[in-house]
């Protein structure tokens, strides 16, 4: 009784958490307290039954807590499976992406030797029309001088 007012004290001035930790505490004191007036009332033979039945309880409960641990690990085995297969799946689409971009860059390049080929070409055969444009501009000015010639004579013969 003592105790409960002790706890009752505690969570009007303490926390709701350490109020009910010292009633869990004061509820299992008072369980064993009831067992060990079983057990001194008991029979050795009643003693040895009730230790029995108390390790098989703890064994059962050890038992499922296992369980329960070993049911999480699985949770998190096979979370931690899903995730490795989405990391092996981006890896795959990764290595896809990339090899295609590889083959994007390696065309594009292919594509741009091709052009600067042509480019070159292109450029030669300007640079040879040039040449040929300037002949031709030469050539033009030679005959239209020879043309003003003969005009000049071909008039003062007129005259």
């Known amino acids: 009784m003592l105790l ?7 969570f009007h001035t303490g926390s709701s958490e350490q109020a009910r930790a010292y009633l869990m505490l004061v509820e299992h004191l008072g369980i064993c307290l009831r067992e ?3 057990l001194e009332k008991a029979s ?8 029995l039945n108390k390790l098989l309880t703890t064994q059962e409960h050890e038992r ?3 369980e329960d641990q070993m049911a999480e690990k699985v949770r998190h085995l096979h979370n931690f499976q899903a995730k490795y297969q989405r990391l092996v799946d981006d890896s795959k689409e ?4 990339t090899k295609n971009a590889q083959q994007v860059i390696i065309t594009a390049r292919a594509a741009i030797a091709k052009a600067q080929a042509l480019i070159q070409v292109n450029e030669q055969k300007l640079a040879a029309a040039r040449e040929r444009l300037e002949e031709l501009e ?12 003969r005009s000049s004579k071909l008039e003062s013969l007129q005259v």
């Not at 409960?4 to 505690?10: A, G, K, L, R, T």
């Not at 050795?44 to 230790?51: I, K, L, N, T």
């Not at 990764?94 to 992406?97: A, L």
């Open 4 to 10: 409960e007012n002790q706890i009752e004290n505690i």
């Open 36 to 38: 060990l007036r079983t």
């Open 44 to 51: 050795p033979m009643d003693v040895a039954r009730s230790m």
């Open 64 to 66: 499922k807590e296992m």
């Open 94 to 97: 990764f290595e896809v992406v």
């Open 138 to 149: 030469a050539a033009k000015k030679l005959v239209q001088e020879n043309l003003t010639v």
